[in-house]
Nanobody, 115 residues
Framework: EVQLVESGGGLVQPGGSLRLSCVAS????????IFWFRQAPGKGFEWVST????????WYADSVQDRFIISKDNAANTVYLQLNRLRTEDTGIYYC????????RGQGTQVTVSS
């Protein structure tokens, strides 16, 4: 079964950090680009970051540039999203997917930034 499962979310204070994981099964991450999206309460679905199949090129939304870092461990078939200097507006459910439009995603992982 082709599947991506996110984990690593939680409750953190503003300025804190989290590391999200996206573990693939049923296919190799070395063959695809991976996209992180997020859904904030009352807001639209937002693209956050992308990493290419080789793990050498990355892209970020302006809202997270210089705070978030995407990386890939092809041997572990896992993509990571390091969230640093978190803000309350980063609160939301974070999803990883192979679909550049954000479709075909799993249940996501909840990130809550609050004091």
């Amino acid at each position: 079964e082709v599947q991506l499962v996110e984990s690593g979310g939680g409750l953190v204070q503003p300025g804190g950090s989290l590391r999200l994981s996206c573990v693939a099964s049923g296919f190799s991450l070395s063959a695809v680009n991976i996209f992180w999206f997020r859904q904030a309460p009352g807001k639209g679905f937002e693209w956050v970051s992308t990493i290419d199949s080789g793990g050498t090129r990355t892209w970020y939304a302006d809202s997270v540039q210089d705070r978030f870092i995407i990386s890939k461990d092809n041997a572990a078939n896992t993509v990571y999203l390091q969230l640093n200097r978190l803000r309350t507006e980063d609160t939301g459910i974070y999803y990883c997917t192979k679909d550049s439009g954000g479709g075909d995603r799993g249940q996501g992982t909840q990130v809550t930034v609050s004091s």
